[in-house]
């Protein structure tokens, strides 16, 4: 039987989705992967026996990474992709057709999908990948970001990628942990914030570690900021605190690059763009909890207004912030 667990259905900027899946059932499995990924047609040799398979999946806004196994010989073809998709074997083979070229990946390296061109995929029984997606458009938003220009697609990524050793390597450990921390409940990975920011390392890691046409000049040194321009999204910041801004929102409001504006705050104010904002919302959650009447006012109307979607973690970094529980300080009010 299949168990399906959907933890929640949110926009990034509140909960990310999270499902767990087991079964037989090869529509069910269908339908959960036309869901996350593609319209995909399943297929599996007539005396394979039964087939199953086993998925764990998160999706952060436009990037979806997941855990698939498999107990049979599976095949999966999709007729046209939309997004930059990277298959990461953990166990056994997988045999890859794209874009008029034939590959084999094994749990040392990765096959790349780009879009617009079909995809056939096959994997012998009782194997296992890491499968992430990230939608064509936000790949290529966060390079423009990190570099401070527009750009112009598809990027030119390889089909295969070494994850032996290296940065490829190091981004699968990113992948890897992304993909236990599924289990926890009490995951930081549920907090919006944090959430935003992992979308964001995950991207921009996927395109530092692989190399492409803009990878050159990625990876060259980089200016901070001028003390003027981190000015203005410090302004911007505390003038509107509790809106929903990404550090690719900041940049622009800078009208620089995300890694100059990254090194400007590390070099001018001490932290990052995102840390900083997080700071001032507690400071405006704690200033409005002091002036509160408790009889009219909740703490999670306060941690509400202020930005903080999750009750739970707004407590924690308060109380890490404070000493005090929010709810102490609003009984405190005079």
């Not at 079964?23 to 499995?29: E, F, L, Q, V």
């Not at 034939?102 to 499968?131: M, Q």
């Not at 290296?166 to 981004?171: D, N, Y």
């Amino acid at each position: 039987m299949a168990d399906v667990y959907p933890r929640s259905a949110h926009a990034l900027a509140e909960v990310p989705d999270i499902v767990h899946f087991s079964g037989a059932n090869i529509d069910k499995a269908r339908s959960l992967l036309n869901r996350f990924y593609y319209p995909v047609a399943v297929g599996t040799p007539a005396d394979a026996g039964d087939f199953r398979l086993g998925v764990g999946v998160i999706q952060l806004g436009p990037l979806t990474v997941g855990q698939l196994s498999f107990a049979t010989p599976v095949t999966l073809r999709t007729a046209e992709i939309d997004a930059y998709h990277v298959t990461m074997p953990t166990l056994g083979k997988l045999h890859a057709r794209h874009d008029g070229r034939e590959i084999v990946a094994d749990p040392t390296s990765g096959v790349v999908f780009g879009p617009g061109s079909p995809v056939y995929t096959s994997r012998e029984a009782n194997s296992a990948e890491l499968a992430v997606k990230v939608e064509r458009k936000a790949l290529e938003e966060e390079l423009s970001g990190l570099l401070g220009r527009p750009i112009e697609g598809p990027l030119g990524l390889p089909l295969e990628v070494d994850l032996s050793s290296g940065p490829g390597h190091s981004w699968r450990r990113l992948i890897r942990l992304l993909c236990e921390e599924l289990e926890y409940e009490t995951s930081l990975f549920y907090e919006p914030l944090m959430a935003e920011q992992l979308r964001s390392t995950v991207l921009s890691g996927l395109l530092l570690s692989l190399p492409h046409r803009y990878h050159a000049e990625l990876t060259a040194p980089v200016t901070p900021g001028p003390p003027r321009a981190i000015r203005r999204v410090l302004d911007a910041i505390q003038n509107e605190p509790e809106r929903a801004f990404t550090v690719t929102d900041l940049a622009r409001a800078a009208n620089m690059s995300v890694r100059s504006l990254q090194e400007g705050f590390r070099r001018h104010v001490g932290m990052a763009p995102m840390s900083y904002l997080q700071q001032v919302r507690l400071a405006r959650a704690h200033d409005a909890l002091r002036r509160a009447d408790p009889v009219r006012t909740t703490v999670a109307a306060v941690a509400h207004r202020w930005g903080f979607a999750h009750l739970g973690r707004f407590a924690s970094a308060y109380r890490s912030r404070f000493g005090v529980s929010p709810s102490e300080t609003l009984r405190s009010t005079p």
